[in-house]
């Protein structure tokens, strides 16, 4: 392949790789191995201190990867502009490479680990010619926790170093805490694109070609070609999900795309909820809730990833692995996200959001009205009559969660808190009901198996296009689907068995009127459904009965207090039969697609749905 017909140099046939004092020596071989094959000029193994990472962002401040914002009006912070050809994770150049298919199963790509490796090593042959390569060891929770684990990362991209440094606990501390008998996942990185002596590099090298390849029975990422988030950063969705989903299976626990959230109810009471939401379809919005009720208030955990795991009494706690939030910039803002806005104030990463002229960032939906003039995220001039937006739709901040205003006290409690409800939502149009409560755990995960979701930018593919997206896993699950849905039953009558599970729930803020407008205003007025949820699990408000499962009884729910006129109310609860059977049948091809593996009690769950679809009027 084109990688490979560059000129490079041939392997070293030794490279000096020093290592930090007490290093694993599993892990000293393991870089030696990769230094010899992908010959950087460097090893440099990070230590994760405030000066590594300040000497990281002065050099790329220097060559042009990083541009410096205004210190005055966002102190410490700077902006990235990829390349336009590398904006979002690549599903479909993700792979899952299972010794067997049916463990990747159909909604994965599967590539035999033995052609995958001889591939990889093609690719990753002097692939960091001219490079630095640089060792991370990090940990996923706090540093030796019950449930916290590690990894190893090693990346040619400084970005990538200081995104990682942000987003998890990475450097000295970690590799600490990694001994011979510790696990830990082999992440390794580059962005493809060797130098040649003497050429000049880019300001965001990468590789037309990409491989984000993992191998969940050695617990190993291989990517290449990227330097974007998901696709680079590989703590985050390929291992804390990808991986993380092999081992739960293996280990009894479960790793969820859902961020963590804490809620004090106006009598004092609090509940720990977990929600799954598909890419940018608002976990870190709702992570972040303001309550317009008087008397409830939110406390932010996590905003993407939980791993939910049974607790010393056999109830479910969960964790929230990463320390930062790498969140969607677009429509976050003063009147839907004060609080994220009261977090990106200082030490804050941008990637291709917007220039202002006086140096600090702009994204659609951060104000009303766009600023006179900006720089777009291509480096264009951009002004509000372009037809084209300022900001690239998946564009992100990266920042510490430790400076988020609402972040909660226990968020990083190493026992991780008590489970009371999980909650799966997505982008519907239509058919799904603004809130639902499942009538039993397996029918909660019915709810999860047949999630549904318009396709957004954080990703490849055509914006808004309906797929199912379930457990809001599809991108992320490194074990066959339909085996993960089992692991959930099993997880969940565990449970049960243990003196009770979570409540499971569904909501869509998304639903559209005739003319295509959203039925619910969303953000802060979505507590008027969490705390409908959360006096459910109290018995202190009513339902009924409906092929969604529990939704609000008349008046549970003051909708005119959000704003919601009695018209819009009945549209968020409408039930249109020849569309919710449409839905079924195309829920059952759905688990159809999984063949046999679908467990018999989702099967059952989707009869019911039916049954209650048939008695509609
Ligand atoms: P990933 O980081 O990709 O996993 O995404 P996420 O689920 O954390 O998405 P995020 O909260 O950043 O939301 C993405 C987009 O959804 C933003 O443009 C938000 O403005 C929009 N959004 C979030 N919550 C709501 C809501 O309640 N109603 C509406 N209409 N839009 C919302
Ligand atoms: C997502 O796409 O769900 C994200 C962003 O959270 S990324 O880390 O790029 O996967
Ligand atoms: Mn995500």
Same mark, same amino acid.
């Given at each position: 392949?084109?990688?490979?017909?560059?000129?490079?140099?041939?392997?070293?046939?030794?490279?000096?790789?020093?290592?930090?004092?007490?290093?694993?020596?599993?892990?000293?071989?393991?870089?030696?191995?990769?230094?010899?094959?992908?010959?950087?000029?460097?090893?440099?193994?990070?230590?994760?201190?405030?000066?590594?990472?300040?000497?990281?962002?002065?050099?790329?401040?220097?060559?042009?990867?990083?541009?410096?914002?205004?210190?005055?009006?966002?102190?410490?912070? !700077?902006?990235?502009?990829?390349?336009?050809?590398?904006?979002?994770?690549?599903?479909?150049?993700?792979?899952?490479?299972?010794?067997?298919?049916? *463990?990747?199963?159909?909604?994965?790509?599967?590539?035999?680990?033995?052609?995958?490796?001889?591939?990889?090593?093609?690719?990753?042959?002097?692939?960091?010619?001219?490079?630095?390569? !640089? /060792?991370?060891?990090?940990?996923?929770?706090?540093?030796?926790?019950?449930?916290?684990? !590690?990894?190893?990362?090693?990346?040619?991209?400084? !970005?990538?170093?200081?995104?990682?440094?942000?987003?998890?606990?990475?450097?000295?501390?970690?590799?600490?805490?990694?001994?011979?008998?510790?696990?830990?996942?082999?992440?390794?990185?580059?962005?493809?694109?060797?130098?040649?002596?003497?050429?000049?590099?880019?300001?965001?090298?990468?590789?037309?070609?990409?491989?984000?390849?993992?191998?969940?029975?050695?617990?190993?990422?291989?990517?290449?070609?990227?330097?974007?988030?998901?696709?680079?950063?590989?703590?985050?969705?390929?291992?804390?999900?990808?991986?993380?989903?092999?081992?739960?299976?293996?280990?009894?626990?479960?790793?969820?795309?859902?961020?963590?959230?804490?809620?004090?109810?106006?009598? %004092?009471?609090?509940?720990?909820?977990?929600?799954?939401?598909?890419?940018?379809?608002?976990?870190?919005?709702?992570?972040?809730?303001?309550?317009?009720?008087?008397?409830?208030?939110?406390?932010?955990?996590?905003?993407?990833?939980?791993?939910?795991?049974?607790?010393? *009494?056999?109830?479910?706690?969960?964790?929230?692995?990463?320390?930062?939030?790498?969140?969607?910039?677009?429509?976050?803002?003063?009147?839907?996200?004060?609080?994220?806005?009261?977090?990106?104030?200082?030490?804050?990463?941008?990637?291709?959001?917007?220039?202002?002229?006086?140096?600090?960032?702009?994204?659609?939906?951060?104000?009303?009205?766009?600023?006179?003039?900006?720089?777009?995220?291509?480096?264009?001039?951009?002004?509000?009559?372009?037809?084209?937006?300022?900001?690239?739709?998946?564009?992100?901040?990266?920042?510490?969660?430790?400076?988020?205003?609402?972040?909660?006290?226990?968020?990083?409690?190493?026992?991780? /808190?008590?489970?009371?409800?999980?909650?799966?939502?997505?982008?519907?149009?239509?058919?799904?009901?603004?809130?639902?409560?499942?009538?039993?755990?397996?029918?909660?995960?019915?709810?999860?198996?047949?999630?549904?979701?318009?396709?957004?930018?954080?990703?490849?593919?055509? /914006?808004?296009?309906?797929?199912?997206?379930?457990?809001?896993?599809?991108?992320?699950?490194?074990?066959?689907?339909?085996?993960?849905?089992?692991?959930?039953?099993?997880?969940?009558?565990?449970?049960?068995?243990?003196?009770?599970?979570?409540?499971?729930?569904?909501?869509?803020?998304?639903?559209?009127?005739?003319?295509?407008?959203?039925?619910?205003?969303?953000?802060?007025?979505?507590?008027?459904?969490?705390?409908?949820?959360?006096?459910?699990?109290?018995?202190?408000? %009513?339902?009924?009965?409906?092929?969604?499962?529990?939704?609000?009884?008349?008046?549970?729910?003051?909708?005119?207090?959000?704003? /919601?006129?009695?018209?819009?109310?009945?549209?968020?609860?409408?039930?249109?039969?020849?569309?919710?059977?449409?839905?079924?049948?195309?829920?059952?091809?759905?688990?159809?697609?999984?063949?046999?593996?679908?467990?018999?009690?989702?099967?059952?769950?989707?009869?019911?749905?039916?049954?209650?679809?048939?008695?509609?009027?």
């Amino acid at each position: 392949m084109a990688i490979i017909d560059q000129p490079l140099r041939e392997p070293a046939a030794s490279v000096s790789v020093p290592s930090p004092d007490g290093a694993d020596p599993r892990i000293v071989a393991w870089v030696e191995r990769l230094a010899l094959h992908a010959t950087p000029d460097e090893v440099v193994w990070c230590d994760g201190s405030q000066p590594e990472r300040a000497r990281l962002i002065r050099d790329m401040v220097d060559a042009g990867t990083l541009v410096a914002l205004d210190d005055a009006k966002r102190p410490g912070s !700077y902006l990235a502009r990829s390349n336009p050809e590398d904006v979002a994770r690549v599903e479909s150049r993700t792979f899952i490479c299972s010794e067997k298919e049916e *463990d990747a199963g159909p909604t994965n790509n599967w590539v035999p680990p033995s052609a995958m490796r001889e591939t990889l090593h093609g690719m990753f042959r002097g692939a960091m010619t001219g490079r630095t390569m !640089y /060792v991370m060891p990090f940990a996923m929770g706090p540093i030796g926790g019950p449930l916290t684990r !590690y990894g190893v990362q090693v990346t040619d991209s400084p !970005y990538v170093v200081v995104s990682m440094g942000t987003m998890t606990r990475m450097g000295h501390a970690a590799l600490a805490e990694i001994g011979p008998d510790t696990e830990w996942v082999r992440c390794a990185h580059t962005v493809g694109a060797p130098l040649a002596p003497g050429q000049a590099d880019v300001p965001w090298p990468c590789n037309p070609i990409k491989y984000i390849s993992h191998f969940p029975e050695t617990r190993e990422v291989w990517s290449h070609g990227s330097a974007y988030g998901g696709n680079a950063i590989l703590a985050k969705k390929a291992f804390a999900l990808r991986i993380a989903s092999a081992i739960g299976q293996d280990e009894g626990w479960l790793a969820a795309h859902m961020l963590l959230l804490k809620v004090t109810n106006p009598r %004092g009471r609090v509940f720990h909820v977990a929600a799954a939401f598909p890419s940018a379809c608002g976990k870190t919005n709702f992570a972040m809730l303001q309550p317009t009720i008087p008397g409830w208030k939110v406390e932010t955990l996590g905003d993407d990833i939980a791993w939910i795991a049974p607790g010393p *009494d056999g109830r479910l706690r969960a964790i929230n692995p990463e320390a930062g939030f790498f969140g969607v910039a677009p429509g976050t803002g003063w009147s839907t996200n004060p609080v994220a806005m009261d977090t990106l104030t200082h030490d804050v990463v941008f990637t291709n959001v917007a220039l202002t002229d006086d140096g600090d960032v702009w994204w659609e939906g951060m104000t009303d009205e766009a600023p006179a003039h900006l720089t777009d995220w291509l480096g264009q001039d951009w002004t509000p009559d372009a037809d084209r937006p300022a900001a690239h739709p998946n564009s992100r901040f990266t920042v510490s969660a430790a400076q988020c205003p609402t972040i909660s006290d226990d968020w990083d409690d190493p026992a991780g /808190v008590p489970l009371d409800a999980i909650i799966f939502g997505g982008r519907r149009a239509t058919n799904v009901p603004l809130v639902s409560q499942a009538a039993s755990w397996e029918h909660g995960v019915f709810m999860g198996a047949t999630l549904a979701s318009e396709r957004t930018a954080a990703a490849e593919g055509t /914006v808004g296009e309906l797929r199912r997206d379930p457990f809001a896993m599809l991108p992320f699950c490194g074990v066959n689907m339909a085996d993960h849905w089992q692991h959930w039953l099993e997880v969940g009558e565990k449970a049960e068995a243990a003196g009770g599970a979570p409540a499971i729930f569904q909501v869509n803020w998304f639903r559209k009127d005739a003319d295509g407008k959203f039925l619910w205003p969303g953000f802060g007025e979505n507590i008027h459904a969490l705390a409908w949820m959360l006096d459910r699990i109290e018995g202190r408000t %009513g339902a009924v009965t409906s092929p969604f499962g529990l939704v609000p009884e008349d008046g549970a729910i003051d909708h005119a207090a959000a704003g /919601v006129s009695d018209e819009q109310w009945s549209a968020l609860f409408g039930l249109d039969k020849a569309a919710l059977s449409a839905e079924a049948d195309d829920a059952a091809a759905f688990l159809d697609s999984y063949g046999a593996k679908v467990p018999v009690e989702v099967r059952e769950q989707l009869a019911v749905m039916r049954g209650a679809i048939d008695s509609l009027d």
